[in-house]
């Protein structure tokens, strides 16, 4: 989804840098996030502590690191190449590089982090020996953490373990550290995550020995919430940003799949739905995508519908059925999945009609958004996009967002 890619922000971070000014005349910025997985002075950080240790300075825009969400519960450190700035993250002293890492905190208290120590989509290749090498020096880290042994946690895809790696659990915290199946041919990512013994949500369900979600259907309910002016929507979705690749339908999925407690990210999802970041998206391919997902996962997905000449069908076996949906069926579609707390995947055409906020620049193409909410008395539906803070509450005209609609999605846990 080229036409409908943000120009990625100066989202990076950076701990213990080499100098602030020496940093900025050499554009250059040597990050070591230690202190994000140093316990237990990792659990005494708060977002105002972030704010403190990486100041402004005397760049147009902070380089060190960017809130995902306006509450600033989510934020995320990136590495960059480019022109005018490079910053490299890493951790252990600098002896193990990484692609990213995502801090959430709670109620104002550091609740854990995600890191990205390695994914093909941002680090193209990695040796077999430097990836042994990454693995096994930050295993040593969370076990000395951690005071505990891991145990073994094998992949079986046929029952939703999509993972190899190894789990620690103790009274200090929980950790998992894992990557695709060897087996797979390709050296696809290396994820790490640790937070605090009582963090639920994705971090619990990391750490479990079964697949599927944590929350169950009947909770979601719980998360639906309603406005003076008469909107009803579904909050505690958590934020990511899908960045400059075209990755706006495993984004998405993340942000869905997060919602509902289920471990993964963009990358791993990408992976899976064989989603290519340079190509636009059909509604054809984003039902191909996302159907090659869901049951991965244990959830159940859905194509509600898809735009076909004039009108929104169903569709069967990659076939446009039926009558075309009629416009009361599809706000009938919105309004019952959001009452039920469950947020719906969003295929549209950008910049075709007015919305609130509005698009910062010129923006048309193929994207995916979530329909969150909606408001019947002031005919509005409530969405959010996947780019970070800012994006987490917006709306359009009901009439004018099924109009500018390529596709409706439902992706939710199979209950049992």
Known sequence: MNSAIRTISLSLLGIFLLGNASAQDNKSLETNLDPLINLPGAYGLKPEDLEKMFEKGNWNRNPYFEWLTKDKSR??????????????????????????????????????????IFNRGDGGSISSSDFDNRFRKMGNHIGKQLATRPTRREAKPTQGMLTDGFIWISARGKAVLE???????????????????????????????????????????????????????????????????????VASAQRLFEYYGIPCDMHQLAQIAGSDPEMGTSSLETNAQLGKIDHLFKTRFECLAVRHRNGLVELEDNKYVGDSVPNEGFHKMVRKSIDAGIPLLWSLGLGQFQEEPPL?????????????????????????????????????????????????????PIVR
């Open 360 to 412: 910062s620049e010129q923006t048309s193409g193929g994207h995916m958004r979530m329909i969150i909410g909606y408001n019947e008395k002031e005919n509005k539906i409530v969405f959010s996009d996947s780019w970070g803070a800012g994006h987490e509450y917006k709306t359009m005209n009901a009439d004018d967002a099924l109009k500018a609609t390529q596709g409706l999605f439902s992706m939710k």
């Open 179 to 249: 990557h695709n199946p060897k087996e797979d041919g390709n050296i696809e990512f290396l994820r790490m995550r640790l937070a605090r013994r009582d963090a639920q949500g994705a971090y619990e369900a990391a750490t479990q020995s079964r697949a599927g979600a944590t929350v169950k259907l009947s909770d979601l309910t719980k998360n639906v919430k309603r406005r003076p002016n008469g909107a009803v929507y579904v909050s505690n979705i958590p934020m990511v940003d899908q960045g400059a690749k075209g990755y706006c339908v």
């Open 75 to 116: 934020a995320i450190f990136k590495n960059k190449d480019m022109a005018n700035l490079k910053v490299n993250l890493s951790l252990l002293n600098g002896e193990v590089p990484i692609e990213e890492a995502i801090v959430d905190f709670k109620d104002g208290k550091f609740l854990g982090v995600t890191i990205s």
